[in-house]
């Protein structure tokens, strides 16, 4: 049976999602680093505030379970760490945390845990009056607050779920061009062994009768039989050179019929 021409395609969308999740981590990092400089935040603060990215890279490459565990135990760490520094003056946006709680978790958790995430970042930092004024523009604060940390994870858990969508779906056409080829070798085995199981039943009943000839004829029935043997050699690898040529079932062909070969 031929071999399936290999077909690339599935790796090149594969990685081209997943670029694009990491493109989208990289612009939501520039994002928030464009707004620390814009309020002349200093380099170390914004080594400090970038912490939680790290963790972050862990928990989207999808490790072990063990690693999972540590990498969220490490982002939570990282991004309580400049309260210590700063106190609540910083823009502790959530969207690492909004992010990890989409990707790691599953189902009606990873929501809930979305919204408690943004939602409570954003009522914390509205009674502490952190990092933005009250005043005037008290309701755009708010709606800059939830608004950003929400957009920035959703895009990023849509390019990881599609990302793993993408694997899936490689996988399991991956797995029926296996079980297709398994099949047609397991079709290719009965045609064999059918046509090979007819022929030497050919071959007996002409040799039986043959021995019980008179030994007059044995030597025309003799010739018979190699005869029969031969168009039966050519049955078997007729069958065979079709299976080779194509994964297609070929037509089968059929062994001579069990028959007294005339004198």
Known sequence: MAEPERDDTGDLRLGAVRAMMWLTLASAMLMWASSDRAKHVGWPAMAVETLPVL?????????????????????????????????????WSPWPLAIAALCVFRGRTAWSLFV??????????MLLDAPFPRGDDRLLDLVWIVCVPASIGLAVFGTHAMAAMTTRLHTTRGELTRLKAREERLRADAELRRCVGDGLRTLEAELAA?????????AGRLEAVAATGRHIAAAIRGTAGAY??????????????VASPAV
Not at 210 to 218: E, F
Request: proline share 14%; aromatic share 6%.
């Open 210 to 218: 043959t021995l019980g000839a008179d030994p007059r004829d044995q």
């Open 244 to 257: 080779r040529l194509s994964p297609a079932a070929p037509p089968a062909v059929a062994p001579p019929a």
């Open 55 to 91: 963790p972050l890279v862990v928990l989207l490459a999808d490790p072990t379970r063990r690693a999972r565990i540590l990498g969220l135990a490490a982002l939570l760490l990282a991004w309580v760490s400049p309260f210590a520094l700063f106190g609540p003056d910083w823009d």
């Open 116 to 125: 408690l995430v943004i939602g409570g970042a954003a009522t914390a930092m």
